[in-house]
């Protein structure tokens, strides 16, 4: 079996947390998702299980933390800086909450902050390893 992550976040409502993960481009696996739980996909290794609060609760008694606050940034590559900042607009535009942090652009990384109905934290970032200052070629 390949590696994978698999990132369980507690929700509030299932149903509404499943089209904003979809808006975003996330693809529903319906074999793992019933009126309790929904696996989101985000690629081949990387997957993310909403989970009702009572699902959630099967796992760990900790308590669940409230949406102001944050106990995890969780980063998604993407292809280019538009690319941020399309998923950082849709992410707004289906409830969630766009750049709750700072715009950070380092020339070869660009990053914007989002969070979901829940306030789960989001990076999505773009970065030119080839721009990494320190990795000019000699010439």
Not at 1 to 14: A, E, G, K, W, Y
Not at 113 to 131: I, K, Q, T, Y
């Amino acid at each position: 079996m390949s590696r994978m992550i698999f990132i369980n976040l507690p929700v509030t409502d299932l149903k509404a947390s499943m089209a904003f993960y979809a808006a975003l481009g996330f693809e529903n696996n319906p074999q793992f998702t019933d009126d309790t739980a929904a696996c989101m996909v985000w690629s081949e290794a990387i997957h993310v299980m909403l989970l009702t609060h009572d699902k959630w609760r099967t796992f760990t008694q900790r308590p669940i933390p409230p949406k102001t606050s944050s106990e995890v940034m969780i980063a998604l590559a993407l292809d280019s800086r538009e690319a941020v900042d399309a998923m950082n607009k849709t992410a707004a535009e289906h409830g969630g909450t766009a750049d709750i942090n700072p715009v950070q652009d380092l020339g070869f990384m660009y990053n914007r902050n989002l969070a979901d109905l829940d306030g789960h934290v989001w990076e999505a970032f773009w970065m030119d390893m080839a721009a990494f200052p320190g990795t000019e070629q000699a010439s």
